[in-house]
């Protein structure tokens, strides 16, 4: 019942082994908070809600590196009425533009922070904004992050302290061969839409790729939690975020500091954080393999769902979940049955079995299986 407590905490963990129903699972209840009025967003690394987004006529915004586009963290969104919220918008912009300087080049020296700073200075001053007038900073919105790179190389040619060793460590990036990553600025409105999917595969076995795709990723998620507190202040829906394949995004350690801030926090902005995994030991920070994010969620999720899993995967259940031996023993008897354990904050076990009709399944059809399985 997510409406007995307003304020409560919301969030869903689902574990489960690859075709036991988890991504069913999670496509169902997504359904299910859209039919209740929620916005949802999901953060997609394969692509397989693509035929749900287009269902529902929802937003799907391709990030992936093949496709070139980004969210420019240069965009300054648009006032609400709320004095607070409104006022910080600029300061959202500038944490931002650091926040993908210092990913992109792997940390920054104080040094480098100032050159960055500096730049993004500049730019505002050749845009005419100014920081006591609200009214001037949309004049910002005309630009785009190669334009601050600009007056970064502007800088290393003036001997800024800093900015030629941080103009050459993002040259790759915006002159080289991964300058296909910010090839088109995407400015993301997701205030009309019921489900916006950010598509945001990333490479495997590519660290290079993998580095760029952590950055894209960033920029999604500060989108994301823009969106989110911009619902709570219009005061006329509730959020929520759905992370499938949860620790390909957990192991990024940016995201899993996201993952984090939304698990404690989000419930206080009128939503409520959905993650699925088929590696449970990323949910405990003690374990190996464990993270920050993953940590935070399985501290601060009301509802746990939990289907059929590997052997080596049900030990580390079994040695960090703290789960009644009566529970564990069910958990292994749950293979291809498409039932699942569900747990609820103070009211103990249920034992259920996820049944839809073929229209709906069809809907949520995993890429890959085949027809015939995925119909059972």
């Known amino acids: 019942d997510l409406e007995r407590d307003p304020e409560g905490n919301k969030n869903f963990v689902v574990l489960g082994a690859s075709g036991e129903g988890k991504s069913t699972f999670m496509k169902s209840l997504l359904t299910s908070l859209l039919l209740e009025g929620y916005q949802c967003f999901v953060f997609d690394v394969d692509g397989e809600y693509r035929a749900l987004c287009d269902y529902v006529g929802g937003l799907w915004v391709d990030h992936t590196l093949s496709s070139g586009r980004y969210v420019d963290p240069l965009r300054v969104p ?10 910080a918008r600029l300061d959202h912009v500038l944490n931002a533009v650091m926040r993908t300087a210092s990913l992109l080049a792997g940390g920054l020296s104080p040094a480098e922070a100032n050159a960055a700073d ?3 200075m500049r730019l505002w001053e050749e845009c005419g904004v100014d920081r006591g007038d609200q009214a001037t900073w949309a004049r910002l919105n005309a ?6 790179y600009a007056r970064l190389k502007g800088l290393a040619g ?3 302290p800093g900015a030629e060793m941080l103009a050459d460590k993002l040259w790759r990036f915006f002159e080289g061969a991964q300058s296909r990553m910010f090839a088109v600025p995407d400015d993301v409105d997701c205030g009309g839409r019921p489900l916006v999917v950010f598509h945001v595969a990333q490479a495997v076995n590519n660290e290079l790729e993998e580095h760029t795709a952590a ?10 939690w823009d969106a989110v507190r911009r619902n709570r202040i219009r005061a006329d829906r509730w959020s929520a975020v759905f992370c499938d394949e949860g620790q390909r995004l957990l192991l990024d350690p940016n995201a899993s500091r996201f993952v984090n801030t939304l698990a404690t926090t989000i419930r206080k902005w009128n939503g409520l954080l959905v993650l699925a995994t088929n590696k449970p030991s990323v949910l405990w920070a003690h374990a190996r393999g464990g993270t920050e994010g993953g940590s935070g969620l399985w501290s601060n999720s009301a509802y746990k769902v939990i289907f059929w899993l ?6 580390a259940v079994e040695e960090n979940a703290e789960l009644p031996a009566p529970v564990l023993a069910t958990i292994r008897r749950l293979r291809r049955t498409h039932r699942f354990v569900l747990r609820v904050l103070d009211k103990g076990f249920d034992v259920l079995r996820l049944s839809l009709p073929a229209e709906e399944l069809a809907l949520y059809r995993t890429r ?9």
């Open 310 to 315: 590997e052997d080596a995967d049900m030990r």
């Open 118 to 120: 500096r730049a993004l």
């Open 215 to 224: 950055v894209k990723m960033s920029l999604a998620l500060t989108s994301v």
């Open 78 to 87: 648009p006032p609400l009425g709320d004095p607070n919220e409104d006022a």
């Open 368 to 376: 890959g299986l085949a027809e015939g399985r995925q119909a059972r």
């Open 158 to 160: 003036e001997g800024e």
């Open 143 to 148: 630009r785009r992050l190669h334009d601050w």
